[in-house]
């Protein structure tokens, strides 16, 4: 909280006018503090943003070169990223630059993670997406090496996520790649995909199904996660997975007859 302008405010107004003046001289103290604020906050949210997007792809790249050397299939999934956030010009140079950073030897994956997280604030819903686009570049040709498995654990534990978390996530990804192969159709998804998507068991009450929706939607807002630090070039994405997990749920409520 800045009160720095307040005071001075009060001290200036005070001088000049006794207390009429320093009343007025602590107003215009608190406006100077509040746009001061503001400014930070404006410059920390930007700060967050740069570091997600450099990461993301820095990341990426290290995870493509776990299995040993990165493919023309591993480049062709990071282009195809780069289309999906329709990235062009600069931005596009940037997050390619990133991405070669990250394949590089002495790449130290541990610290720019530590960082990354340290000025995420440890935002959990944003920690989270970023784990998840790591999880959705490893899947993307249908299949998971040992070794991008474990890459994908240290960036689990580095953010804060446990093992059985990663796995959940894992197996929610999978499902999703299944249902994205059939366009996310109610009529072509089975529901055991939809429930998967879900990450909810076939038991469960309609109340808690509900409530698994509403927080698996509240995780992965889009505008929520663009306030909490996510680049607006990721956007895409995010509503690309609030999309498949309404079409799961569509499916699911379909089937059970819930209103």
Request: charged residues 25%; positive net charge; proline residues 2%.
């Amino acid at each position: 909280m800045r009160i720095w302008g307040k005071v001075f405010g009060f001290i200036i107004g005070f001088m000049f006018g006794r207390i009429g003046g320093g009343i007025f001289g602590l107003w215009l103290g608190h406006m100077y503090d509040r746009r001061q604020s503001l400014r930070a906050g404006l410059t920390s949210g930007s700060k967050r943003q740069a570091l997600f997007f450099n990461t993301t792809f820095a990341v990426m790249g290290h995870v493509a070169k776990a299995s040993g050397q990165v493919t023309e299939v591993d480049i062709r999934i990071a282009n195809a990223l780069m289309d999906q956030m329709r990235l062009s010009g600069e931005a596009r140079a940037e997050a390619q630059a990133a991405f070669r950073e990250g394949k590089e030897s002495d790449f130290d994956i541990n610290a720019c993670l530590k960082t990354f997280r340290l000025i995420s604030m440890g935002r959990k819903e944003l920690l989270q997406m970023f784990l998840e686009i790591q999880i959705q570049t490893a899947l993307s040709d249908a299949k998971l090496d040992p070794k991008e498995h474990s890459i994908l654990s240290t960036i689990a534990k580095e953010l804060g996520f446990t093992q059985q978390q990663l796995d959940d996530m894992l197996a929610r990804w999978q499902a999703e790649f299944s249902f994205q192969q059939n366009g996310g159709s109610t009529n072509q998804t089975t529901i055991e995909q939809a429930y998967d998507v879900l990450g909810i068991e076939e038991s469960m009450s309609d109340q808690n199904i509900k409530r698994a929706y509403r927080k698996l939607m509240n995780e992965h807002h889009p505008d929520k996660l663009v306030a909490k630090g996510l680049p607006p070039e990721m956007m895409e994405l995010a509503k690309r997975k609030a999309q498949d997990i309404q079409a799961a749920y569509d499916r699911v409520k379909a089937d059970r007859g819930m209103r």
